[in-house]
């Protein structure tokens, strides 16, 4: 892989989230690959290491966003809120944060974003429809908007300022998938490394959205430009079969979770009309 162009020889990379599942997880595997890598978050890590670099910043105050910014090659924003949340908490964390985080990265002449989308921005596709990166947003909750609220700000940024930017769309990130439903969407950390690596240092990054799945028997989703980028997955959904089965034996049946790909999201608050949500594979 082409290394990416940096201020100095080694680049500095700024993680948002630090304290997150996916920033802890992140923080044990990005060293080797990036070994001046910058960790934020609104409040310090419990299990932070005496090597780590950690600077606190509340991502819904510029000033704080920007002084994180300062110095940085690329940054890769797993920072905000990770659920379904109130709009009070969505629009502090995931919207005003996320035009801050890339205002200041903008101002600051940070080169590379990696945003941190999700499976919740398309959710309200059926699981029987294969959908590319290229479809229409349908999300499934507060959560979901904000991500396609994200997703446009990297087209934004990259388009009218030049930054170059990859947003993936997290399917199910973690060691193993928990449930039926995860077989199609489980992202193992390391292969989650991968795609970063590919956002930051690829040379043919303008503006892309990938989706953030390993390699998936079931998968619902086309990642196809992943691949074109050289995303060669390790994870297998499939070789955790008899555990997702078994989990998903202990849960109780839900017509509108089971039937979209955003799961819960889906369910939860439902009170719209099946039958007018459009199937697109239908038409
Ligand atoms: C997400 O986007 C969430 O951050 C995570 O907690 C899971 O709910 C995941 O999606 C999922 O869809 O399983």
């Not at 930054?163 to 390391?190: A, Y």
Request: proline share 4%; glycine share 10%.
């Amino acid at each position: 892989m082409i290394a990416i162009k940096t201020r100095d020889e080694m680049p500095r990379i700024l993680v948002t989230g630090a304290a997150g599942e996916i920033g802890r997880s992140l923080r044990k595997l990005l060293p080797a690959i990036y070994p001046d890598l910058l960790i934020s978050d609104i409040n310090k890590p419990a299990d932070l290491g005496s090597g780590e670099k950690f600077k606190a910043a509340d991502l819904a105050d510029l000033a704080q966003v920007e002084a994180i910014c300062e110095g940085v090659d690329g940054i890769l924003h797993f920072g905000g809120y990770s659920v379904e949340g109130s709009w009070d908490q969505i629009h502090q964390a995931n919207i005003i944060g996320c035009y801050n985080l890339f205002e200041a990265a903008y101002r600051q002449g940070v080169k590379r974003v990696i945003f941190a989308s999700s499976n919740h921005a398309v959710g309200f596709y059926p699981r029987h429809h294969r959908i590319g990166t290229d479809v229409t947003a349908r999300p499934d909750s507060r959560y979901g908007v904000s991500k396609v609220f994200g997703e446009a700000m990297g087209a934004l940024y990259a388009d009218k300022y030049g930054m170059k930017v990859t947003c993936i769309r997290i399917g199910n990130f973690g060691e193993v998938p928990l449930d039926h439903r995860r077989l199609s969407i489980w992202l193992k950390p390391e292969d989650l490394a991968q795609l970063c690596r590919i956002g930051l240092e690829h040379p043919d990054i303008h503006f892309e959205v990938l989706y953030g799945a390993s390699y998936n028997e079931r998968a619902w989703w086309d990642n196809h430009r992943a691949y074109d980028l050289g995303y060669r997955p390790t994870g297998r959904g499939e070789d955790f079969r008899e555990h997702a089965f078994a989990e998903q034996a202990k849960l109780k049946p839900d017509p509108v979770a089971d039937f979209y790909q955003g799961g819960a999201f889906c369910s939860m608050e439902f009170d719209g009309d099946r039958s007018r949500i459009v199937d697109w594979s239908k038409r």
